[in-house]
């Protein structure tokens, strides 16, 4: 069969067949000669992307005390969930007649995400947990334009936060101001005091912070911010310590941010997918992202009619997948929620205790669900913290978070989430106190690790100015 090229170049009825590339393209810009492709049959694919599966380390595989980033169990059955093509089928352009089933959904884990937090009013919409940050810095900064209060443009921020809190206010608008720890690593209360006026919007916290040490002094925080006509934000990124034991609510914070693939068990390995919904108390409602998900007694619809929304922050409406798992997560530990935060304080209490002493400590206090050690003993013995990370990986352990929070030196995050045995977390200690023992006696061949895994020690400086991205024949 022939094809005809249509009058566009000035040529007409011109038949490929009679015709080659040349006469449509510069032949400087065509191929000569064979690109170089292997040649190879779809089994020998498959085996190829198996093979690099199997190099992955994942939480089937060991322990994962990736510090605050609360790497939990996964239920299966969620993934099964998930793919049900009443789920998947479903085009989010459709119309709310025929959305019922995911709008539903939708608006009982807003329901529910309500009472866990103590909150008044959710949206879903916010892809991941620096989204959620960002849409609730938009909601303060509308907050007080409404309400004519232009000058606030500082937003405090405590030395021990993730990066993310300042760069989400920053990309507001907002000017940071940092508050500095005390001595038990939590917010100076005394140094937050001299810092308020009336140029102050919030306050970003994280409770407990990423220390993994409870906010004693919270309520004071919240009486001074609001005394000055401040908001508080909460970032949830460990909420998984204080579920059903405490909530945001009830420390007086205004806007919360949770990450419903950290707490709410979706994985969130390899950059995504994730979902960051934002709760907020009754006051600050009328500014949430339009639509939110609404029921008139008889049906689930998109509500756009929000009186001073800031607008859209996702296409559609966020990652609904994620918001699936989440939802059959609550729906299946229902008042375990609270037990599942209690394991998880306790495993990490226990292994702190366990490893202090032989690793630095530098804030001594009860944590919650993590702890961070300092490597600076081992460090000046000859291997840093990124040595130790990589000696685990000889063991089978995911490295844990290491160089964060910054005011630790060779800081060392632990975070053994509530789903490892008293096993699994024995096997760690002894393996880290292994690590210890390795770096006094001999230290030089520590440095050589990894020397199990399937990539060796590398060169990361020369790795990262000279990637080697490009297929060779």
Request: include cysteine; charged fraction near 25%.
């Amino acid at each position: 069969m022939k094809t005809i090229f249509e009058k566009s170049n000035g040529v007409s009825g011109v038949e490929f067949e009679d015709c080659c590339l040349g006469d449509f393209f510069p032949k400087e810009i065509l191929r000569e000669g064979s690109i170089g492709l292997p040649q190879l049959s779809e089994l020998e694919v498959m085996r190829h992307y198996k093979e690099l599966s199997d190099r992955n380390f994942c939480i089937e595989k060991g322990f994962y005390p990736l510090g605050s980033c609360t790497m939990k169990y996964n239920p299966k059955v969620n993934e099964f969930l998930a793919s049900l093509e009443g789920f998947t089928n479903l085009h989010p352009l459709q119309s709310d007649e025929d959305s019922q089933g995911a709008l539903e959904l939708m608006y009982k884990l807003q329901e529910a995400l309500k009472k866990i937090t103590g909150m008044d009013a959710v949206t879903l919409q916010p892809a991941a947990g620096a989204h959620g940050e960002l849409t609730g810095m938009m909601i303060v900064k509308k907050y007080f334009e409404t309400k004519g209060e232009l000058n606030r443009k500082k937003v405090i921020v405590p030395d021990s936060a993730h990066g993310t809190n300042p760069a989400s206010a920053k990309m507001c608008g907002f000017d940071i101001v940092e508050v500095k720890s005390d001595e038990k690593g939590q917010v100076d209360v005394n140094a937050l005091k001299e810092l308020v006026d009336k140029n102050v919007a919030a306050i970003m916290m994280t409770n407990p912070n990423t220390l993994g040490i409870f906010e004693e002094k919270v309520l004071e925080i919240s009486k001074i911010m609001h005394e000055n006509g401040s908001l508080l934000y909460y970032d949830g990124a460990n909420f998984n310590a204080i579920m059903g034991w405490t909530n945001p609510k009830l420390m007086g914070f205004d806007v919360v941010h949770l990450n419903l693939h950290k707490t709410f068990s979706t994985p969130h390995g390899g950059g995504g997918p994730g979902a960051g919904p934002v709760c907020v108390t009754e006051e600050l409602k009328e500014y949430l992202p339009s639509p939110i998900i609404d029921f008139d007694g008889k049906k689930y619809y998109r509500n756009y009619n929000i009186k001073r929304s800031i607008g859209k922050v996702r296409g559609f409406y966020g990652n609904f997948g994620v918001l699936v798992r989440a939802y059959a997560y609550i729906l299946m530990m229902g008042d375990n929620l609270k037990k599942a935060s209690a394991d998880a304080v306790l495993n990490a209490n226990y292994i702190k205790e366990k490893l202090k002493g032989t690793y630095e400590l530098p804030y001594d206090e009860p944590c919650m669900h993590e702890f961070v050690l300092s490597g600076e003993k081992q460090h000046n013995q000859g291997v840093s913290t990124l040595g130790i990370a990589k000696r685990l990986m000889d063991s089978n352990y995911h490295p844990p978070t290491v160089y964060f929070p910054l005011i630790v030196h060779e800081a060392i995050m632990i975070e053994p989430t509530e789903s490892e045995s008293k096993e699994v977390l024995d096997g760690f200690i002894d393996t880290m106190l292994k690590i210890a023992k390795e770096i006094e006696e001999t230290p030089e061949e520590v440095l050589k690790s990894p020397k199990t895994t399937p990539i060796k020690r590398v060169d990361e400086t020369l790795a990262a100015r000279q990637p080697d991205l490009t297929f060779k024949a």
